[in-house]
């Protein structure tokens, strides 16, 4: 994973422990976009750890979050970490979505803790799962509540909330990839799929965040100010996947995008 870390540009940690944690998150964050490329390229999204570890770091490509928390999951587990895959419901509008529409990682050490690459805009460090009261981070204030909504005998789901309003609604039980598959495709294929309807490619930044969404490029402060750039051309817009998110497209790639 020596070359995992150096795309991520942190060194090896000497041990699995949550100051690593929160240093490899952190890091995975401001290194590795959140964007949707392969679904609106018609790329095939392969749920293998070799394949997702493959497209982040020799790609040098992000994805949404099948495939970031997939390949994040690769990487702890080969520092020694003990990682879970979760699975989650994205609320929209108060109502959490089908069931597995999210992919997050619940990793254990003293307590078990919520980590998550691939939500775009989140915490920027680990959640504890076991605290019900607010946790501050530099991305907003986070809370993390019971829901006895499942069958007995099963533990209860978990909504996290950002600055009050809910997130994703976990399910605490763990899963393998391949138990994504099914509505990883359908994410990458349905007209239904918010990912199918748009380009967009995000990173966070010193200032804030910076997002490119079709032909506009976004810079928002983290004091909610937002700039807008419509790139008019297809070589601003190029420069700007490269520039901002260091991804190289083709022309030919470009354009089949919309």
Not at 44 to 73: M, S
Not at 124 to 153: K, M, N, W, Y
Not at 179 to 193: E, H, I, N, R
Request: hydrophobic letters at 40%; a negative charge.
């Amino acid at each position: 994973m020596a070359a995992y870390l150096q795309r991520i540009d942190v060194p090896r940690p000497s041990a699995p422990d949550l100051a690593s944690l929160r240093a490899l998150q952190r890091a995975h964050l401001a290194a590795v976009p959140f964007e949707n490329l392969s679904v609106r390229l018609g790329e095939p999204i392969v749920l293998d750890q070799d394949a997702l570890v493959a497209k982040v770091v020799e790609q040098r490509r992000g994805g949404f979050c099948y495939e970031l928390n997939g390949a994040f999951a690769a990487l702890l587990t080969a520092l020694g970490y003990q990682v879970e895959l979760l699975g989650a419901r994205v609320f929209t509008e108060g109502t959490p979505g089908i069931p597995m529409d999210h992919l997050t990682l619940r990793v254990q050490l003293d307590q078990a803790w919520l980590v998550d690459v691939g939500f775009g805009r989140f915490s920027f460090l680990p959640l504890c799962l076991d605290e019900r009261g607010e946790q501050v981070d530099p991305a907003g204030t986070f809370r993390i509540t019971e829901q006895h909504t499942g069958s007995s005998g099963f533990p209860p789901d978990l909504d996290v909330l950002a600055d009050g309003q809910p997130q994703y609604r976990i399910d605490q039980r763990p899963y393998q990839l391949a138990d994504f598959a099914p509505v990883c495709w359908f994410q990458a294929t349905s007209p239904a799929s918010t990912f199918t309807q748009r380009t967009l490619c995000s990173l966070p930044t010193k200032a804030g965040r910076v997002s490119l969404v079709g032909n506009r490029l976004i810079h928002t402060g983290d004091d909610g100010e937002r700039t807008e750039q419509q790139l008019a051309t297809d070589q601003q817009r190029l420069d700007a996947y490269r520039e901002h998110f260091g991804i190289t497209l083709t022309l030919d790639q470009l354009q089949r995008l919309g």
